[in-house]
Structure formats: structure tokens, C-alpha cells
């Protein structure tokens, strides 16, 4: 059974209740996933919370260098990737293995822009400071994604919010959850 991953580590729901995926093109049970519930998101969204700090104070060069490595990862186990979004989804094996590679591309672009930050210099009011002046967005927010194809879009904002130094919550779309747990960066 897949497991949800929160804190860094993988859990089931409070509630002990599952969902069956089954493949549509056959009817086959591919796998279950854990049937998150309101207790579940909380628990989530609080330790989303509690951790937004220590990310936030993550220099942009370690952030980059952890996208990176979620791409690694992704491109390392892209066949396995893949082949559970045709089995859960019933898309086309090209089509997915391209849109897992779009995903690791993705990954890899808001990484090399980890190094690119920069902010505005401005006075600090002492004879020779300065200090950076730099756009911070919202803290921390939660995502939902509905329907097919979704996964590289959440992706998108999901690794430039972390590039960014803000944390969140994740809740995939009903009709991939199998691969989104599985390829969680």
C-alpha cells in the first residue's frame, strides 16, 4: 500500500480507511492509498507550519541542490514512474514517460534558479551598510490538483514556492495519488 508523506516520513491516515486505484483499462487493483480526512490535512498543514521557518532559513544554494537531487531521483525511477501512471490513469506509456519528464525538467529549472535570486540594496541608516532587500511572498499554502495532466502544472508552483522559501501541503489529484506518492521530491 502507498502512504502519505508528511514530516518526511511516510504515514497512513488517522483514520485507518483506503482507497482501491484500479487500472481502467482492465479493471485490475493496482494498488491503495490512504483515504486522507480533514484530521489528516490538519496534521499536515501543522507541521507545514512548524517547519516553514527552518526552510525558509535554507540558503537558496541548499534549496537548488535539493531540487536537483529530487530530479535525480525522479529520472532514476522514471520507467517505475510511468508505468504506475498508465496503470492508475490509463494514459498512453509515451505520453507518461513524458510527462514525468517534463516534471523532472521542471525540478531542474527552479533549481538553477536557486542561484539566480537576488534583491534590491538599500540603506540601513549606518555609514557603509547596506542591507538586501528582497520580495517575500506568503508564508506557506496548500495545493490541490484535480483532473489529468495536472502533475507537471503542480509542479511547477510547488518547486518555485520552495525555490522561494515557502512551505505547503500537497493533496494530489484523486486520479494519480499512487504516482504522487511515489515521486514525491
Do not use: C
Not at 480533514?38 to 527552518?54: G, L, P, S, T
Not at 504506475?84 to 498512453?92: D, M, N, R, S, Y
Not at 541608516?125 to 503542480?154: A, P
Amino acid at each position: 500500500m502507498a502512504q502519505m508523506f508528511v514530516n518526511g516520513e511516510s504515514v497512513d491516515s488517522i483514520s485507518g480507511e483506503v482507497t482501491e486505484i484500479y487500472n481502467p483499462a482492465n479493471g485490475d487493483l493496482v494498488d491503495t492509498v490512504p483515504k486522507g480526512t480533514k484530521d489528516d490535512a490538519r496534521q499536515a498543514i501543522d507541521v507545514a507550519y512548524d517547519v516553514f521557518q527552518a526552510w525558509w532559513d535554507t540558503p537558496f544554494s541548499k534549496r537548488g541542490e535539493i531540487l536537483f537531487n529530487a530530479s535525480h531521483l525522479i529520472r532514476e525511477n522514471e520507467k517505475e514512474l510511468a508505468t504506475l501512471l498508465t496503470k492508475e490513469q490509463g494514459k498512453p506509456l509515451r505520453e507518461a514517460f513524458l510527462e514525468i519528464q517534463r516534471f523532472a525538467h521542471t525540478l531542474d529549472h527552479y533549481a538553477g534558479l536557486a542561484k539566480n535570486i537576488r534583491g534590491g540594496y538599500v540603506p540601513r541608516g549606518e555609514e557603509r551598510r547596506k542591507g538586501l532587500r528582497m520580495k517575500r511572498k506568503g508564508g506557506w499554502g496548500g495545493e490541490r490538483s484535480k483532473g489529468k495532466g495536472k502533475g507537471e502544472r503542480r509542479g511547477k508552483k510547488r518547486e518555485k514556492g520552495r525555490r522561494e522559501g515557502r512551505g505547503g501541503v500537497v493533496k494530489p489529484a484523486r486520479t494519480t495519488p499512487l504516482t504522487a506518492t511515489k515521486g514525491r521530491g
